[in-house]
């Protein structure tokens, strides 16, 4: 009974595609995935009075964290969508697949040739068209508890090895001298959650050669789960957990929050993560009790992955030229310095702009091992019509490894190629 | 034995009675008792029954809200069906909606029968039972994960270290995750149990207990003959109750698990979620919405009628 009641009746296969007749003086609406009241959206608010001061164009800005993609959804529905999305680069891919956002003429962007090389590659979609100009980046390093380190009398880590050593010292001196064998190496946010599981090890298996999907000359993705790289990088990862034991325990359900605490707590001394604790274990732990330095070599090289946000120009805008000036002064020098600016406050991590030297906004060196780490080894997720599927896949698979030490590495790694295969078979990217 | 002679009197007599009598006195105006529930009736259509087409109408869809939906017709439950994630959730989910059922309506009738009775004392104490079941289930959780904490000095472990058993890796072991987590409901559930229970067990006659005293019946006995008969309706509405709440558990697995590891405790929600809101594949996730609920609606449909069976 009345199953069509409340279906809405999208016109035909292409509905809203067409352009809306453009209005120069309309105000822009900017939604922003970050909690509201929170930093995030006083540094969004903060850039935007910027904008507005410098162009005189009005802007909107809202805040929204839970269900983001759900609310985003719910306007499309209603062919009303915001004129400017701040979210994930990573989203780009979802939201190409969902038409949404609109290709981006980046001749038609001030500025767009100053973005760093890797930006520009992450606002790239699979066919190639740009849909989307990051503003803002982040790769990962490795914070280390300085005072157990220097207990131990061991180097910085310069490759694995040398990391598996510092964490088995960790885990077995008792660095924190209480007494107990209550510490551990290395702290690993193992939960499927989000995906969590597969964000943390691609650090790892892109440094050891490894790839969840290899993109084939045609353009098509084949899973990479199986090559010999990928299965030595998951068997090292997995060994951390069930040869060596270095990982804290409980690891499996574990998502950033209890992970991150494990680090505060004096629980775990190594972590690789984004530039975006600092600020957080700065006060929490101290910042003599730790210090920052590069991911040490892989078998491969140093690659770390490379994530951030970019501002997306949504489909049907009345003010494509507002959108297009909005982007290019996220980028701009002075906009990427408005957006570093403040202890807190900042939505801007790394600036994705060539010519901004962070070091000018923000003298702590830590900030430039990341930015150099960004440059120079930052790698970020493919941009397929939906990453999420991979990610998760690949985090369910890692988790099972670490969670279940009786499991057949070989074996689940080929039923996870089977997974991805199937995945991007249905994405309509699977090379045959 | 008689049952009957033991169970509540039915109200429905009584009813008929008095609304008889309100129909001559108001008229017999059809549309006043509409007009009460009116307020309900929109809010549940609004919030309840239009989702509902919405999700039926979605399941047969592929969902992508601004370029329009294209009609894929049974392919998402095809997907849905034929995949090995979904079968394992739905055998998870039922293991879980026994193992709680079951576990919580025990340890519930166990407590009910230890706090039955009219003193101060125990009007304390069954508040304090009660507790579990109003904290917000996402304290509880987290308090469980801490409590589960896999290691030799976590709290779970030091109290079956106390037994000789132990560390266990609770809801980070794949063997004992699922079981972890019935616990952790079986905590939460029993009390709520308990107190309906206890409204049972007030509705049995006195007298009957005094009969099988008079004839000699030790407590098992009296518990065998005649609390559990007379408590027949009251197991009925609980296992309806208790089977729903365990086929749509979601809060607990996601938070302390989510579905991990190695899926040993994925369910049919969280999966539904994944699908749908983590992957943006709705119309895959409402086709397995739509089986959970159809799920649900036959165990609700078989239960009435072996009830309406028993009773007639």
Redesign the interface.
Known sequence: ????????V????????GKAAQDPSAPLELWARTTPGGDGEKGMKKLAAAFEAATGQKVEVTAIFD?F??KL??R??Q?D?PDIVMNDSSQLG?MV????VREVDLSAIKGSDQLLAPAIEAARAADGKTYGVPYSAQASALLIRKDWRAKTGLPVPANWDQLVALAKAFTTQDPDGNGKA?TYGMAVPG????GYASWYFSNFLWAGGGDFIAKQPDGKYKPAMTTPESIAATTWFRDLACTSKVIQ?????M?TP?TNETFEAGKTGMYVVGPYLMPRFDSSLGKDKYEVVPMPKGPKDSTVLAEGGSVYLM?GSKNEAAQNAFAAYAISAEGQKIGMEGEKAFIVQLPVNKSVDITSVRPDPRWKLYADAYREHGRYAPSIP?W??VR?STA?TV??L???CG?DTGAELKKLDQKLGEALGQQGIGAS | MSVREAAPLTARAPVTRTSARDRRRRGGQWWVPWLFLAPALVLFLYFKFIPMARAVSMSVQEVRPYLGNTWVGGANYAEILSSDGFRSAAWNTVVLAVGQTFGSMVLGFGLALLVEGQTRKLTFIRSAAFLPVVVPLAVTAELWRIMYHPTGDGLMNQVIGLIGLGPSGFINDPHTSLASIAVTGIWRGAPYDMMIFLAGLAGIDRGLYEAATVDGASTWRRIVHVTLPGLRPVFAILFVLAAVRGFRTFTEVFLLTNGGPNGSTEVVMTLIYKLGLEQSRLGVGSAGAVLLFAATLVLTVCVQLLRRRRSA
């Open positions: 009974m009345g199953l069509g009641v409340a279906l809405t999208a016109g035909c296969g292409g509905g809203g595609g269900d993609e759900t959804s719910q499309a529905a062919k969508l979802t697949g969902q038409g949404i209550d939960s499927t959650k989000r325990p409980g690891a499996a359900t998502d209890p489909a939906n999420t599927v998760q369910d988790n099972a670490i969670a279940d499991l």
